[in-house]
């Protein structure tokens, strides 16, 4: 029954870091940009969230303006601070993404403070618990695991299936080739970033709702461990990122229900630096020659 | 330093002589004031120069602002409150505010800053690490300082492990330490709970949550008081399912969280999830818990301790509270609290010291404040203040318990 109940827990904690790889990974897949805001554009949907229900939206609503509000940031973020530099070195534009999130984290507590406030996760979820036997189950758990699973196959129709997801496909593969063969690629990057975003913001309102205070600091850390999940798993990989991302939940919680709780952060960094050294394009992730 | 100290001295006083000349010969253009009435404005304007400067050193901005808001408002309050009585002396009190933002480099420089403006004595750092970072430069300086809220023993004292190597003189504090809140906990689940197992969950990265999970295990252990379970996490965690579902396997009766309120507030619900019934303990950053747990019902009947609670009925607190609330419109809470009592010893010791006719600033005037300060010997808000060997105050802890969805002082532990 304990085993059970801790499979739940790497469960529902691996969903979440998976929802949030997979927006590491698509944008990387297309531009090779690790966009360290990511975890950052979590964090101001929770805000968003926070702000419209506390102004007495209805919750649904506010869901859906998290969400928007995130596509927006993430797409404006895109054009003003990636765009300029997509022929730069990659190195600036990684520098330029460390940059954006420290940008967006000051901002932040500029405009709300540092303070932790607790963030309306039960209006959203109602905070209800399933029993079955000894083993409880919260609504929060179930629809996580639920929301994150249908948004993975939704995205993997929508590039496997569309003129969209054949595009980005296309960029990734090679830029120079697309645009050449007609395909708009500020369009498709523009699209790319939304819909990492847009599951960004799902991934949002989820991670709030399970863990419910907000201050301007909850994105990093959780952007920190979905980026060893999209490296696990191959960054760039879509598979790949859903893969590392329950890897991860799953190391976490067997480290801790095997009594070493200290260590669960040692272990998620050790298998970054264990995967880059003898692993480096990842679990699912496609092994790439280095042009020099 | 020394040059620059002197160079920042002669520019202060160009300064200051700069100003108060314009500020008479405006007087002169202005009102065209008879020789006699110019004379005594500038009796006051020296008078008025003649301030004791206190230094205060907060984080008013960054990630641990509201600790230092909260202390700032507090030393701010009594020194207002102290002037308007006529200040210490006849001399008015000037405070001298330097925001860390909660780093231990930005604070260092801060202190150096504050030196080098002339301070007599410092009321701050906030948090652990900048005040340690602090203290250690102090020592050449033998500047008089207290701390309203850093907890861990090693602010006080040079510590090698648990041993105490040597006890920095001039630095005081006026809250309890870490160890103290996890051998209060530890006795009072044993003897007021009656519990007879426990279990302990902490934060590896917080010094704070280390010292008290450590205590509590050691007090346990005296008492009688079993420890089931012991937990760990790091410090930028908000999973504590495996942890919690490891517990609840145990079922011990009580389970003590030393760490600060946000962190309870994310785990009241998951230890809810987890299926762990338990009376919950925890230390004094359980303060303002409530405000950001989404459900107080899950932290119902648990207790925590505190250095102060704002229902006590002493008289002491009843007019803080008042005065707190017409200042500030808000309740205090403890950091308010322990830093309107530092700033309470703080200036009972510079009193002293300029009774003993000392020249301010000098070696002898600082000493005579540290003095001053090791005889406390006063009532305080959070309680009566002496001190220990060590510069820590011994003091007797406040117990709060959430009932009802809100927190109710308990009495003193």
């Not at chain 1, 797409?75 to 990684?94: H, N």
């Not at chain 1, 758990?141 to 296309?170: F, P």
């Not at chain 1, 260590?263 to 990842?282: E, Q, R």
């Not at chain 2, 700032?72 to 309050?77: C, D, E, I, R």
Request: with cysteine; net charge negative.
């Amino acid at each position: 029954m304990l085993f059970l109940s801790q499979c739940i827990n790497g469960l529902q904690l691996g969903s979440i870091y998976a929802l949030v790889a997979l927006g590491y990974s698509m944008v990387y897949g297309i531009i090779r940009l690790l966009n360290f805001a990511h975890g950052d554009v979590i964090m101001i949907g929770a805000y968003i969230a926070l702000l419209t229900i506390g102004a007495g939206v209805n919750p649904a609503l506010a869901v859906v303006l998290t969400i928007f509000g995130c596509v927006f940031i993430s797409v404006l973020i895109e054009r003003v601070a990636y765009r300029p530099l997509r022929s730069a070195p990659r190195i600036s534009l990684l520098i330029t993404a460390i940059g954006v999130s420290l940008l967006l984290q000051n901002v932040t507590q500029l405009l709300f403070t540092a303070n932790t406030r607790p963030y309306p996760g039960s209006a959203i979820i109602p905070s209800k618990a399933l029993k079955l036997g000894g083993l409880s189950l919260s609504l929060t758990t179930i629809v996580t695991i639920l929301v994150s699973v249908g948004s993975m196959i939704a995205l993997h129709l929508l590039i496997q299936k569309t003129r969209m997801g054949k595009a980005m496909r296309a960029v990734s593969e090679d830029t120079g080739a697309a645009q050449l063969m007609g395909i708009d690629i500020n369009r498709v990057i523009s699209v790319t970033f939304a819909i990492g975003s847009a599951l960004a913001g799902i991934g949002s309102v989820l991670f709030c709702c399970r863990y419910p205070v907000v201050n301007p600091n909850i994105g990093s850390m959780l952007g920190l461990k979905a980026f060893v999940a999209a490296v696990l798993g191959g960054i760039g990989s879509i598979p790949g990122a859903v893969v590392g991302g329950f890897a991860i939940g799953f190391a976490e919680v067997l480290v801790t229900a095997l009594g070493f709780s200290a260590w669960t952060d040692a272990v998620v960094f050790a298998i970054l630096i264990l995967v880059l050294l003898f692993k480096p394009a990842g679990l699912l992730g496609r092994g790439v020659a280095e042009k020099v | 330093m020394k040059r620059f100290a002197t160079k920042a001295v002669a520019v202060v006083l160009a300064v200051v002589f700069g100003m108060s000349f314009v500020a008479c010969s405006g007087e002169k253009k202005a009102e065209a004031a008879p020789a006699a009435q110019t004379q005594t404005e500038t009796k006051t304007e020296t008078k008025a120069a003649e301030t004791i400067k206190v230094g205060v050193l907060a984080p008013l901005t960054g990630a641990v602002a509201e600790y230092g808001n909260a202390v700032n408002n507090g030393v701010v309050m009594y020194f207002d409150e102290l002037n308007a009585k006529g200040g210490i002396n006849g001399k008015q009190v000037e405070l001298v505010t330097y925001d860390e933002e909660g780093d231990a480099v930005k604070a260092v420089t801060g202190y150096n800053s504050l030196v080098d403006q002339g301070v007599v004595a410092i009321v701050g750092d906030v948090t652990t690490g900048p005040t340690v970072a602090v203290v250690v430069e102090s020592q050449a300086d033998g500047m008089p300082m207290i701390t309203a809220s850093a907890t861990a023993a090693s602010v006080t004292c040079q510590m090698d492990g648990d041993k105490v190597v040597a006890v920095y003189e001039n630095m005081f504090r006026s809250c309890f330490i870490d160890p103290f809140q996890g051998e209060k906990m530890a006795a009072f689940a044993k003897e007021v709970l009656g519990a007879k197992t426990a279990a302990v969950i902490y934060n590896t990265g917080l010094d704070y949550s280390v010292g008290c999970a450590e205590s509590f295990q050691t007090k346990a252990a005296e008492v009688g008081l079993e420890v089931v379970a012991v937990e760990s996490y790091s410090n930028d965690a908000v999973d504590f399912q495996g942890q919690l579902t490891n517990i609840a396997a145990k079922a011990p009766e009580v389970m003590f969280v030393p760490d600060y309120y946000s962190v309870v507030a994310l785990m009241a619900p998951q230890a809810a999830a987890a299926g762990l019934s338990t009376t919950l303990l925890g230390s004094d950053g359980w303060d303002t818990v409530l405000d950001v747990v989404t459900d107080a019902a899950l932290l119902e009947g648990a207790y925590y301790c505190s250095g102060y609670s704002p229902d006590d009925t002493r008289e002491e607190v009843l007019t803080f509270v008042k005065n707190y609330q017409a200042k500030f419109g808000a309740t205090p809470n403890m950091f308010s609290a322990q830093a309107y009592d530092a700033a309470m010893i703080m200036a009972a010791a510079i009193e002293k010291a300029e009774a003993s006719g000392a020249k301010a600033g000098s070696a002898e005037y600082k000493a005579a404040i540290i003095a001053a300060m090791k005889a406390t010997d006063m009532n305080c808000v959070t309680g009566h203040v002496t001190y220990d060997q060590y510069n820590n105050p011994e003091k007797s802890a406040a117990i709060i318990k959430i009932e009802g969805g809100a927190t109710k002082y308990w009495g003193n532990y």
